[in-house]
């Protein structure tokens, strides 16, 4: 069973996504850390949801999925 090689989100360096690599998706703890910080800093962070984002299903869908 073969490795798959991804980038590292913070300094994107390949990585091998195996159980070897502890860090994975980093390359490496210092990396890791600097995205954690970038979300407890709220420098990454998902945008607020509005009304608009939201569509409605169309008639009768909802009978279906019950």
């Known amino acids: 069973m073969s490795s798959k090689t991804v980038k590292c989100p ?3 360096k390949s990585v091998e996504w195996n159980a070897e690599s502890r860090w994975r998706p980093f390359c490496c703890e210092r990396c890791q850390l600097i995205d954690l910080g970038a979300w407890a800093d709220e420098s990454n962070r998902i945008p607020e949801a509005t009304p608009q ?7 009768g869908l909802d009978d279906k999925l019950h």
Not at 53 to 59: G, K, L, Q
């Open 10 to 12: 913070t300094c994107e």
């Open 53 to 59: 984002d939201f569509v409605e299903h169309p008639t």
